[in-house]
């Protein structure tokens, strides 16, 4: 979980494979055909495949997993089908009571990636929660290579970004921030 790459399409998800991307998750907002459609060819990337709010999506195209909101239905759906399940939180209080494999916890910071996001939780916030968590915590929200390492630092297992999913200099700051090179 330490590198998740949040893409649209397949050109990106292999360029986020090669930066060093461990998990993909395909975010497409929109009715299932399309979610297939754009997701031909994700499981074949050799990482983890997860896809955004579409346990039927996920289904259908083989994925490993389903990455659901707060107010997404499909984590019984998920369960039953054994699928990994992960929830976004905001808040201590959220992430308590996720019923999931792995939490994405944020926006650490402003994003422009997301428009409706919550304010940002900050390291504070984010160190917080993945005190509290008993899951793996992937960072979301304004993550790129000069803050990957802060979010390691305040005990997440991972960062989660789009806008840095092909930056290789993101890789490296994670690894270093886990001591390795």
Same mark, same amino acid.
């Given at each position: 979980?330490?590198? +998740?790459?949040l @893409?649209?399409d397949?050109?990106?998800?292999?360029?986020?494979?090669?930066?060093?991307?461990?998990?993909?998750?395909?975010?497409?907002?929109?009715?299932?055909?399309?979610?297939?459609?754009?997701?031909? &060819? /994700?499981?074949?990337? &050799?990482?983890? /495949? @997860?896809?955004?709010?579409?346990?039927?999506?996920a289904?259908?195209?083989?994925?490993a997993? @389903? +990455?659901?909101?707060?107010d997404?239905?499909?984590?019984?759906?998920?369960?039953a089908?054994?699928?990994?399940? &992960?929830?976004?939180v905001?808040?201590?209080?959220?992430?308590?009571?996720?019923?999931?494999?792995?939490? &994405?916890?944020?926006?650490?910071?402003?994003?422009?990636?997301?428009?409706?996001?919550e304010?940002p939780i900050?390291?504070?916030?984010l160190r917080?929660?993945?005190?509290?968590a008993?899951?793996?915590?992937?960072?979301?929200?304004?993550?790129?290579?000069?803050?990957?390492?802060?979010?390691?630092?305040a005990?997440?297992?991972?960062?989660?970004?789009i806008?840095?999913?092909?930056?290789?200099?993101?890789?490296?700051?994670?690894?270093?921030? /886990?001591?390795?090179?």
């Amino acid at each position: 979980m330490r590198v +998740h790459a949040l @893409v649209t399409d397949l050109e990106t998800a292999r360029l986020a494979v090669a930066a060093g991307a461990t998990v993909v998750q395909l975010r497409v907002k929109a009715p299932t055909a399309e979610i297939v459609a754009r997701g031909a &060819g /994700f499981a074949g990337l &050799g990482v983890t /495949f @997860v896809v955004n709010d579409d346990v039927a999506a996920a289904v259908t195209l083989g994925a490993a997993g @389903v +990455h659901l909101g707060q107010d997404d239905p499909g984590a019984a759906q998920a369960r039953a089908r054994g699928l990994i399940l &992960g929830r976004s939180v905001t808040t201590l209080e959220q992430a308590l009571a996720a019923d999931a494999d792995y939490l &994405g916890a944020g926006p650490v910071w402003e994003t422009p990636s997301k428009q409706d996001a919550e304010p940002p939780i900050g390291l504070a916030g984010l160190r917080a929660i993945c005190a509290a968590a008993g899951v793996p915590v992937v960072a979301i929200g304004g993550i790129d290579a000069s803050n990957a390492g802060d979010c390691i630092g305040a005990g997440a297992a991972g960062v989660a970004t789009i806008r840095a999913a092909t930056d290789p200099d993101l890789r490296r700051a994670v690894d270093e921030a /886990f001591g390795e090179r």
